[in-house]
């Protein structure tokens, strides 16, 4: 699996940090020849677009679209729930991923949490976090299991009634995919066998009466922008596009067991770029000592030159 980042105009919903550091360091390299995975064999070679694969994976904003609230979906205890059941007094967050993701999804939902973190509002109480797997062969066990690890992670026990992690039917995913605009594609796994799925990352905000909100894309999230989409969607406010900055997810490389070359040039661009920085900051550092010595020694020569004449 390879995780390749667009980038698109905007820098909303992502903060400048680490990974703003990285993708700053795409944007100067942009002219770099890339080297990625084809989905149908284990060999990399140079590149400057995006795998066919990619073709079918992307999010599109539906924004104000209603979601099928009539879809039933499996709960993290077994049971057997219509998604209106999480609807009608409070927003929630919706995350559309697999359980067996050897990447992306856990980075996604890692990311989510760490933002919910800093948020005064609280699962269960201010809203409801809604998680489903787009893969219909898995079930309650591992729904169960992320559910405690999420929970755990949070640090906040209380609030595991307003955590659900959801499994379903093939038809049902496809309903509420094509509702929200999340499109993947299965592709191999190790094994050869088609399961795994290529997509991108994103969580979306979801009105009391079940209108999709807001989207935020990629796997960090501004805890600002979750509170102030959390509030807004409270109020049924729909908000605006945003531009896209897509995080794709795909192809595991069974020969190495890693997430491959793209994953490598994205950290050695970002310790490039750090680096970079370090290295102009010493710079100027050093050249403003060397001036300032260099100024005083003068000066003292002078004094020197007037005392003795």
Known sequence: ???????????RSVGISTAGAVVLGLLATASLPAQVSSYTDNT????????????????????????????????????????????????AILALVYYQCPMLCSEE?????????????????????IVIS?????????????????VKRYGHPETADGWHFM??????????????????????????????????????I???????AQYYLGVEYSPKDLLLGLDEASSNKIGSPVDNILTYCYHYDPKTNTHSLIVSRVMQLGGVLTMGLLGGFMFLMFRRDYTQSHTEVSGNHGTEKKVNG
């Open 167 to 204: 499994t379903g039917t093939q038809a049902n995913i496809d309903a509420l995919t094509k509702a929200v605009g999340f499109r993947y594609v299965k592709i191999p796994g190790p094994d050869g066998r088609l399961t795994q799925f290529a997509h991108a990352s994103a969580i979306q």
């Open 1 to 11: 699996m390879i995780c390749k980042s667009t980038i698109r105009k905007s820098w």
């Open 134 to 150: 787009i893969d219909p062969s898995e079930g309650t066990d591992l729904a169960a299991a992320k559910k405690r690890t999420y």
């Open 206 to 212: 979801v009105t009391p009466t079940g209108k999709l």
């Open 44 to 91: 990399a070679g140079p590149s400057n677009s995006a795998p066919s694969v990619l073709s079918g994976v992307g999010v599109d904003q539906h924004l104000n679209t209603q979601l099928p609230l009539n879809l039933t979906f499996t709960d993290d205890t077994g049971k057997v729930v219509p998604l209106a059941t999480y609807f009608g007094k409070r927003p």
């Open 109 to 129: 939902l890692n990311g989510l949490t760490s933002a919910l973190e800093m948020v005064n509002f609280r699962p269960g109480r201010d809203f409801n976090i």
